[in-house]
């Protein structure tokens, strides 16, 4: 039988929030409307809702290059369905005006033993602390920019 998954693949979703021009989001039912259109544009970003957010979901990427060429063209098809809206988008770590969390969090490689797994996941300890910074230098708190 043959592998499943391929040995090194990379991908992300990352949860955003679809804004009107005043600032609050557009609602679950137009994110779910904008999420079908970006789905049947791009069927491998796999696209979809977390409640009211958008998730970008990239899918795996065998490479770097694979992986930039898939976020950029969702970038652009993204930036034109919000223009034709008059939206915006927020990618930031929290929604304006509620005091909800939002992000992103990025999967890398595939490990087929215990070892390995543990070997990247300490090494990755290190940097736990400038993530922790980025996180907490967000352009809202607490409900206010």
């Not at 970008?56 to 930036?79: P, Q």
């Not at 969390?101 to 290190?126: C, E, L, Q, Y």
Request: with cysteine.
């Amino acid at each position: 039988m043959g592998r499943l998954i391929e040995p090194l693949t990379l991908g992300y979703d990352w949860e955003m929030a679809v804004l009107r021009k005043t600032g609050e989001s557009v609602g679950e039912k137009e994110v779910e409307q904008l999420s079908d259109v970006l789905r049947r544009r791009m069927p491998w970003a796999q696209t979809g809702t977390d409640l009211e957010l958008l998730e970008s979901r990239i899918g795996c990427a065998t490479g770097f290059e694979e992986l930039l060429w898939k976020s950029e063209r969702f970038d652009v098809e993204l930036g034109k369905e919000l223009a034709k809206r008059g939206w915006s988008l927020l990618r930031g770590g929290a929604r304006p005006f509620e005091r909800e969390p939002i992000g992103s969090h990025i999967h890398v490689g595939t490990f087929h033993d215990w070892r390995s797994a543990a070997r990247v996941s300490n090494g990755m300890a290190k940097y736990v602390a400038p993530f922790a910074a980025l996180m907490a230098n967000s352009p809202v708190y607490r409900g206010r920019s």
